[in-house]
């Protein structure tokens, strides 16, 4: 089974912090995704990457950055924190673009 | 642009009986189509996905969905509902790019006992 690794499940940090969201497959994928949930506007892509060093924005990467150094890891960065970024953050990977994605449990942050 | 959406926030059913959870879609070309589920404090798990061929897609858990190109339309379908069905779940389209998914806003599904 595919698996996909967050390295929090809870974060709350303070407004202007700088935030680093860590994610690792498993499974050699190569494309892997960072999407952001909130109630009622489901998932948006912030950012998504379909090879080492290689990364794409999606629809709302304002504000954040992110970092592939190695293929099995996928790293977000909040530059400095606001707290509109207070959310659920869910990383995913895929085998194929844009097939089935596998994700991990997600990060809930909170900025206060 | 590519887009789906899913016109219910909330559906109800009892357990046992039939449930459906709806999903629009709007898409230049053939449409790639997805089913998520979320349970509480979960991330997202696949369900199913249609690509071409037969209409009618089974997937994990006993999930079905029905592709309609006419009323362009993927609704989510179980014969009989379990109260561990409660969960949100997400329709989602592939971008005219072919590099993501577009995904709804979700339609949290309520069974009671």
């Known amino acids: 089974d595919v698996k996909v690794t967050q390295s929090s499940r809870y974060l709350v940090k303070r407004t202007g912090e700088k935030v680093f969201l860590e994610c690792v497959q498993d499974?050699?994928?190569?494309?892997m995704f960072w999407y952001r949930q909130d109630p009622g506007l489901g998932l948006r892509l912030i950012y998504f990457s379909y090879d080492v060093k290689m990364k794409e924005k999606g629809d709302i990467p304002e504000g954040y950055s992110v970092s592939r150094e190695k293929k099995e890891r996928f790293s977000l960065i909040l530059e400095s924190a606001s707290t509109n970024q207070t959310s659920m953050y869910l990383c995913a990977s895929s085998l194929y673009r844009p097939h089935e994605q596998y994700f991990g449990p997600g990060t809930r942050l909170t900025v206060t | 642009a590519q887009s789906v959406a899913q016109p219910e926030d909330q559906v109800n059913v009892a357990e046992g009986n039939p449930l459906t959870v709806k999903c629009t879609y709007s898409?230049?070309?053939?449409?790639?189509l997805f089913w998520y589920v979320q349970y509480p404090n979960r991330g997202l798990q696949f369900l199913l996905k249609?690509?071409?061929?037969?209409?009618l897609v089974k997937g994990s858990y006993g999930f079905e969905a029905e592709f309609n190109k006419s009323q362009t339309s993927f609704h989510l379908k179980k014969p009989s509902a379990l109260v561990s069905d409660s969960a949100l779940y997400f329709c989602?389209?592939?971008?005219?790019?072919?590099?993501?998914?577009?995904f709804g806003t979700g339609t949290r599904l309520l069974v009671s006992p």
């Open positions: 989602a389209v592939r971008d005219r790019d072919f590099q993501k998914l577009v």
């Open positions: 499974m050699d994928h190569e494309n």
């Open positions: 249609y690509i071409t061929g037969d209409n």
């Open positions: 898409v230049s070309g053939n449409p790639y």
